[in-house]
């Protein structure tokens, strides 16, 4: 049985999976899976303060090499459908592209590698695909607590490959080796309000929150590792809530996010931010400092064989190997990485989370012809 990768992924984009609905997206991945050989899982994970989300495994094949597949279904609302040339759940092929919101990010890494796996035969070796709808918003009833109930479950793998879109410009340009974490705080500094004509009755705090900006922005946390760009520290708000023009406000927050090497731990960080709001005169006022959410930590992927067979697949493909980057935000590789070795390759996704999101669809062939290629070397079934 083949499966076509553009009708798959037509079939998905019509899925309105916005988190945390999955809106029949998993339905349609179960039908399919199972027509080609595959056991299929349902799992439901709640709690954290957070949505239930639906989640999905399915595997094929016993013993042998184990190769992991991972994605999401689940996609960011469409926004102003005004922007929109058409309805964002209605697949729409023109000119050689197919748009639809979730074309890009990542039904169509998801369309690749399930149609790649039609054309595996199933005594190649086992084939885990773990896919969560729960991956751009909250992300903590999604892949983080599906590896845990793999690995709990006794379904391990050598290695690990996320459908998201890596490639920059063309396909198969870049494959992403890690990710840079990310930390996020605010920084809180309370006065005395009072009015602007009698300022020695009121103690201002945004003059310390001034200088406590200046203080986290000015100094570079790093220069960079071996592959690794530098951390970097971006203030996204200062605020006081403050309307009017004659009152000196009471307090005031700034927030920041830091996206970080692998020379730093959360920890580290905490530390370091703490240490630069220490440099600042408070001038008698208080400050505050948290941690806002829960830290992504920066991961790097071991290098290795079968990272060069992925390499050396997608370099016969276009003339030259691609790029080992680890730019980007965040990913649910972070997650995967924990238990093996795990690379991101995917489409080019300048179009994702924008008004007429879209690939090109022979892009889409490429990417399972990659996959495939990679699957048959990564299983040592091609012949001479």
């Not at 009708?7 to 019509?14: E, K, P, Q, T, V």
């Not at 595959?38 to 639906?54: E, H, I, K, M």
């Not at 005395?192 to 003059?207: D, E, F, I, R, S």
Request: aromatic letters at 8%; a negative charge.
């Amino acid at each position: 049985m083949t499966i076509d990768p553009a009708d798959l992924l037509a079939r998905l984009i019509a899925c309105p999976s916005v988190t945390p609905d999955e809106a029949g997206a998993l339905d349609l991945l179960e039908a399919e899976l199972e027509a080609i050989g595959f056991a299929v899982t349902r799992l439901r994970f709640t709690g954290d303060g957070s949505y239930p989300v639906d989640n999905f495994f399915a595997t094929r094949g016993q013993g042998g090499r184990r190769l992991l597949f991972a994605g999401h279904t689940d996609v960011v609302p469409p926004g102003d459908l005004a922007h929109w040339t058409a309805d964002p759940f209605a697949p729409r092929i023109t000119d050689g592209k197919i748009f639809g919101r979730g074309a890009a990010d990542m039904k169509s890494g998801i369309a690749a590698f399930v149609a790649a796996c039609a054309n595996i035969p199933p005594q190649a070796g086992t084939i885990h695909l773990a896919i969560t709808n729960d991956e751009e918003a909250d992300a903590v009833n999604g892949t983080e607590k599906l590896m845990r109930w793999m690995a709990d479950n006794g379904h391990h793998f050598d290695f690990a490959i996320v459908g998201e879109p890596s490639s920059a410009e063309t396909l198969g340009d870049s494959i992403k080796i890690g990710r840079r974490g990310s930390f996020s705080g605010k920084v809180t500094v309370t006065g005395t309000q009072g009015h602007v004509a009698y300022p020695h009755k009121a103690n201002n705090p945004l003059p310390v929150l001034a200088a406590i900006a200046t203080a986290l922005s000015t100094e570079k946390l790093d220069t960079g590792t071996e592959h690794f760009p530098a951390s970097n520290l971006e203030l996204t708000t200062i605020d006081t809530g403050n309307p009017v023009s004659n009152v000196i406000p009471m307090s005031g927050t700034l927030r920041f996010n830091i996206r970080y090497n692998d020379s730093w731990t959360p920890e580290a960080l905490a530390d370091w931010v703490r240490a630069r709001i220490a440099s600042v005169d408070a001038r008698h006022t208080a400050i505050d400092f948290e941690v806002s959410g829960t830290p992504s930590r920066a991961f790097l992927s071991p290098l290795g064989p079968d990272i060069e067979t992925l390499s050396a697949v997608i370099a016969q493909r276009n003339g030259q190997p691609p790029e080992y980057s680890t730019g980007g935000g965040t990913s649910d590789a972070r997650f995967i990485a924990q238990y093996g070795p795990v690379v991101e390759c995917g489409l080019v996704g300048p179009s994702m989370h924008k008004a007429d999101e879209h690939i090109a669809l022979a892009d889409l062939t490429g990417l399972r012809d990659i996959y495939i290629s990679f699957m048959q070397r990564y299983f040592a079934l091609e012949t001479a």
